[in-house]
């Protein structure tokens, strides 16, 4: 098992996933009084997403299983999430810290919420990676830098509102750090469970749930917050920025 086929795999899928972190470095450059520029990563964020879902995600599903099939999983990973949040109450998430403003609450409830969908879907990335990696490294390394393009926006996206919420550096880059190590996460447990029995098949299903779950949080969590700053038309102009990055990160690296 640990053979060279296995080190490089997994040194590729660890790379993939850690890219959130330099998203979550990226965040401390700017200040962080600056609400427009929060306004416009958590929009862009939620482009990032739906892009991902829509551009890569959802089709690649539909090519490998049918349009049904595809479909079917995508709206029961838009419904799991939904009832994630329904059923996990808000405080669970980060309503528990001891903070002055409500808004800051919320705003590190997003943050965490994001964090955990991120993982969540970089999770079954990291099995693909690492399957695609072991197989034919370059077809790995073709998934990876599409996915490394992917987690430094959403590493950013986690960053910022954890770091406006508590005002550490600190914390805000682990919890971009720990969205990101969800993929060696996955790569490992493909490695030494379901190696055997993994195909392309069971990852279409995955990748396509996955899309319900990134579409729910895009629309549910990442908008209106981008939204909350009072700012018109930056939440919408940043979204379609991220969908534009996605389409064209998709198209160039297809």
Known sequence: MLDRQFINAMI??????????????????VTGKNLKFFSF??????????????FELLPSGIEEIGFLRACLAFFLGFIFIFLVDYFVPHEFIGQREHLGKTADKKLLRTGLFIALGIA????????????????????????????????????????????????????????????GIA??????????????????VILSYLLSAIAGIMVYIALDELMPVSHSYGFSHIPMFSFLCGMVVMFLSTYLLS
């Open 41 to 54: 990563t958590i929009g862009f964020t939620g482009g990032v997403m739906l892009g991902i879902s829509f």
């Open 120 to 179: 969540i879907h970089n999770f079954p990335e990291g099995m693909a990676i690492f399957y695609g990696s072991y197989v034919d490294i370059r077809i790995g390394m073709a998934i990876a830098i599409a996915i490394a393009l992917h987690n430094i926006p959403e590493g950013l996206a986690v960053a910022v509102p954890v770091y406006k919420a508590t005002g550490s550096r600190g914390r805000a880059f682990l919890w971009a750090f720990i969205s």
């Open 183 to 200: 993929e060696p996460l996955g790569a490992l447990l493909t490695a030494f469970i379901f190696l055997p029995f993994l195909n392309a």
């Open 12 to 29: 590729i899928t660890t790379m993939a996933g850690l890219s959130t972190s330099i998203g979550g470095a990226i965040g401390f450059i």
